[in-house]
């Protein structure tokens, strides 16, 4: 397993993949605590000389300007984490949340935020032994951060709210109990420390980085189940021709038409009506997959530079930083609004919805007869006594028209919030939630794609096999879900291909064919 040191510096999108879903160990770094050791004691030298610091010696929002007595000091930070946390609706998932403690950790270990080393590695003592803060899922508009998120993952350290340890039942028990049997000791919070643990973006930065990479693998997905198309259709790979590519030169396209040149080289069942006088020109969801895809991936693309400098980025609130003549100050930052991660998720959205939107109207062709140039009506040899794959095009379409409600963007949102205090919010957290939906939703869609392009290469077995790499995959899909020549339930079919969907990645990827 993994062994991944906490430095404070930049972590990558990989680094938060093999926390959340490998189970990576994490350690603190070497002089990590030399590294957070000044702008710790410039927090404590300001309460010394009872300085107004925002949300040191003061309180939060519109209360900003409203001191704070030093006997109060303590309470004041103890009050903010339990006030906070006001999240409602279903838990965040499992590996939402072992991201979540990474990064929050990070962010207190970068030497900006005047926290002790205790906090950063509570949290990692957290995550090493699965204990799981249970984190509502709603409550947040993005804007100081996800306050209620962050204070729900906060409420533990002081030995409150609920953790979830491996074995135990889903939505947990008291803190307070579960850290006493792993033999760890709740935090009592010191002048500035609970405003650290709840300002910031690390909530939307866990589930986009997730998202994220989820998106990169639909793309490889869709260039495979697009491949398999064409051939169960009859297509051609013609537009495909690298001649034809390099005069429009966006990234992505190059990439996914490259891709698909790969997945279909050597196909008899291509080479089978080369010349035919119906493969001069496929439909635009053939034709111009590349074109879509690619489009898809450049925008993913960019989401994943915009999470690659927040993931090294210090989003907390005030901050302390190096002043002209070598010393510090703590200022006041807007580091934790969401707006960059708002935009990015958005895009990511309809990114890949249009992947499962292009993705849909291929399964379509394949079903009509007008169009699926000799298939039987809905893959179903025996159509009328059997309906075939009639119902699955319904879900992909009942999914696809979700994502373009989900696609609304959530970033050109703002509702105020804190007596007018926080008067512009992000809705990055929407937006991020939305775009974890989408691409749920286009994961059943590629699947079904996959499961009608499957059915449709067994239908053309009288006229050739399908190349090395769709055959392939092919043959992947018949080893768990067998092909459908009398109806049967449709749910276990669409679910076994969504479940093998990454050793179908995986595969191709082994080929050297994506």
């Known amino acids: 397993m993994r062994d991944l040191p906490l430095t404070g510096d930049a972590l990558t999108v990989e680094d938060v993949v093999d926390v959340a879903h490998r189970r990576a160990r994490v350690s603190l770094g070497p002089y990590l605590a030399e590294k957070m050791a000044p702008s710790r004691g410039v927090v404590v030298d300001a309460v010394n000389r009872k300085d107004v610091v925002y949300g040191v010696t003061t309180g939060f929002g519109a209360l900003a300007d409203t001191t704070i007595g030093s006997e109060d000091l303590a309470a004041l930070q103890l009050a903010l984490v339990r006030s906070h946390a006001a999240g409602v609706g279903e838990p965040l998932p499992d590996e939402v949340v072992r991201a979540l403690l990474l990064l929050r950790a990070r962010t207190l270990s970068a030497g900006h935020s005047g926290v002790r080393i205790d906090l950063p590695k509570l949290f990692i003592d957290l995550l090493n032994a699965d204990l799981l803060p249970v984190i509502p899922s709603k409550g947040s508009v993005g804007a100081s951060g996800d306050l209620a998120q962050l204070a729900h993952l906060a409420l533990p350290l002081i030995g409150e709210g609920r953790l979830k340890a491996p074995g135990g039942p889903k939505e947990g028990r008291p803190a307070a109990e579960v850290l006493a049997e792993h033999g760890l000791t709740p935090l009592v919070l010191e002048p500035k420390e609970g405003l650290s643990l709840i300002n910031g973006t690390e909530p939307m930065q866990a589930v986009l980085a997730l998202a994220i990479v989820d998106a990169e693998e639909l793309c490889e997905l869709a260039d495979i189940a697009c491949a398999m198309s064409v051939e169960a259709l009859f297509g051609t790979d013609r537009a495909y021709d690298e001649r034809v590519q390099v005069i429009r030169p966006h990234p992505g396209q190059l990439a996914s038409a490259a891709n698909l040149r790969r ?4 196909s008899p069942l291509l080479a089978s009506h080369r010349w035919s006088d119906h493969a001069v020109q496929d439909s635009y969801s053939l ?8 489009s898809s991936r450049d925008l993913i693309a960019h989401c994943r530079r915009v999470i690659t400098i927040e993931l090294g980025s210090v989003v907390d609130n005030p901050v302390v930083v190096t002043d002209n003549d070598g010393g510090y100050e703590v200022m006041s930052t807007g580091n934790f609004h ?6 990015a998720a958005d895009a990511l959205a309809m990114a890949v919805a249009e992947l499962a939107s292009i993705a849909e109207r291929r399964v379509y062709r394949m079903l009509d007869p007008a169009t699926s140039r ?8 025996d159509a009328g006594t059997n309906s075939g794959f009639m119902l699955a095009q319904y879900t992909a379409a009942s999914v696809v028209s979700e994502n373009k409600v989900l696609c609304h963007p959530a970033s050109v949102d703002s509702i105020v919030t804190s007596g007018n205090q926080e008067d512009h919010v992000s809705m990055g957290w929407h937006a991020v939630r939305k775009a974890h939906e989408v691409i749920d939703n286009a994961r059943t869609v590629l699947a079904i794609e996959v499961l009608c392009a499957a059915q449709g290469l067994d239908l053309r077995a ?3 096999v399908p190349g090395p790499a769709t055959g392939a995959v092919h043959a992947r899909v018949r080893r768990d879900v067998p ?6 339930e449709m749910t276990p079919q669409i679910e076994g291909v969504r479940a093998m969907r990454s050793d179908i990645v995986e595969l191709a990827r082994a080929g050297g064919w994506i």
């Open 263 to 266: 997945l279909l080289a050597d």
């Open 287 to 294: 034709r111009c997959a590349p074109q879509v895809h690619g």
């Open 338 to 343: 969401g707006q960059p991660l708002a935009f």
């Open 374 to 381: 000799g298939l039987p009506p809905f893959l179903a040899p």
């Open 462 to 464: 009288d006229v050739a």
């Open 483 to 488: 092909a459908m020549m009398v109806d049967r």
